[in-house]
Nanobody
């Protein structure tokens, strides 16, 4: 079992930055792949970014490539999502997820299977 707690959300103007954090608790937390998803009002939850347990490979949704960076610190059981050049369409509840990876080097979101979810943190980008 893994418990996930997100933080770092808030209100920011378009063009600004935010850094989300996700602390994972559990004896084997550092062995899980981690990911970030988001859900905007009236829309389905969508994949944003994923990182393998080693941090060796990362995957991004096309909508955030070049603006968002996912990283992790296994010594602290923490994953991060650095969000730059934020746009109003990035407004959503952001969820941290933990799970497994099907291959050593993951190149698509389908290479992850996420089983554990945090409660979410709200990000609002004003125009």
């Amino acid at each position: 079992q893994v418990q996930l707690v997100e933080s770092g959300g808030g209100l920011v103007q378009a063009g600004g930055s935010l850094r989300l954090s996700c602390v994972a608790s559990g004896r084997t937390a550092s062995s899980y792949a981690m990911g970030w998803f988001r859900q905007a009002p009236g829309k389905e939850r969508e994949f944003v970014a994923g990182i393998t347990w080693s941090g060796g490979s990362t995957v991004y949704a096309d909508s955030v490539k070049g603006r968002f960076t996912i990283s992790r610190d296994n010594a602290k059981n923490t994953a991060f999502l650095q969000m730059n050049s934020l746009k109003p369409e990035d407004t959503a509840d952001y969820y941290c997820a933990a799970g497994v990876q099907s291959v050593v080097v993951v190149r698509t979101p389908e290479g992850f299977e996420f089983d554990y979810w945090g409660q979410g943190t709200q990000v609002t980008v004003s125009s």
